[in-house]
């Protein structure tokens, strides 16, 4: 029997995508998770660490209709490039911020920046290189390499910040981010040439697309940045967060492939219906959890419910965006939408530590998010 390579069942440049990000998976999420607690470690207030995301979710859609006029110019695989360096300056620079402070700023506009840059043009090379019928085991997969690459990361970024330093970490990111696009230039580049007719694209834009990803953003802004806090401030250590988020990654990735297959089997309906209130009850449970086994059991929760609601309106997304007038634009708008969400939830939340002084009232907003994405019910693919 002949042996099966990615190329043979996904195509050459699937197969780059897969293992360029699986390569910046590994370096990000070595670090990505503990950078609120290396603010809050620092000196800076919950409040500044708001700030801070805040400012790289402006930037990030500030920079991703630019990514798309780069790509037309340059081509998709050098936009990815050309972000790279810049994201790895933004964590060097965090190595010095402690003795330089006006570093702050420019730090989350760097990374910001290097995030619009990025995204843009992998998503628009993923739609058009994906195909239909086979598109749920193509994010499973991307889901996959994406998952696999971070299980260990978390635990060795915290080790070495337990046993050595944040500084380490941001050096060994830096240095295995500047190599990870390497795989991308194996086949030719793509050029495409959006119209950037944003007015026209935005009113026939979806706006259950756009709610969903608005939704997703809000998501993000909670998951990422005051999920890792209260984890800390519970359990009290570096490593407590790193192994629940990699415990959280090895069961995304036993199942994604698993809910991929079912996306393409039974379509979107049933899975965005399940996966969506399943992961909205997570985070409704997370407002309770206090022992380590609780969570334990909450990370397998989310590996599984997140991880599906992802590839669910993941694969929605990218059928609607290979439909669309302009992928280039369609993706913009996505990328927009997603980080207004993160925006505007960061922003609730500052108001809402104005008056309470605990975390678990901020998850309440996760579940609004996550329940958004019952939206894509609506999109015909």
Sequence with gaps: MPHLHLRNLFGLELEE???THGIKNIAMSMINIFIPLYLLNIGY??????????IISVFHAIFSPISAKMASKIGIKHTILSSLPILAVSYLLLFI???????FLIIAILYGTSRGIYWVPFHVDFAISSKKKVRGREVGLLAITSSAARIAGPIIGALLITFFNFNLVFVITAIILMFSSAPLFLSKEIKLIPKMSFGKEIKSFDKNIFMAMFGSGMNGGIGNVI???FVFLTLGSYLSVGWIKSLSFLVAVMTSIFIGKLFDKYGKDNLIKVMSIGNALVWIVRMFVSQ??????QAFGSGFFGRGRDISVEATYYNAAAKSEDVTEFTVLREVAIHTGQVFVLAVVWVILQFVDILEPTFML???A??????M????N
Excluded: C, E, Q
């Excluded at 207030?45 to 805040?54: A, E, Q, R």
């Excluded at 380590?292 to 059991?297: D, I, L, P, S």
């Excluded at 996550?370 to 939206?375: A, E, F, M, Q, R």
């Design 97 to 103: 911020l402690p003795d330089y402070g006006f570093l």
């Design 370 to 375: 996550v329940l958004l994405s019952l939206t």
């Design 227 to 229: 999920w890792p806090i």
């Design 292 to 297: 380590v086994w609780h969570f334990a059991g």
């Design 366 to 368: 996760a579940v609004v």
């Design 377 to 380: 019910l609506r999109v015909k």
């Design 45 to 54: 207030d919950i409040y500044s660490v708001l700030i801070f995301f805040i």
């Design 17 to 19: 995508l897969y293992i």
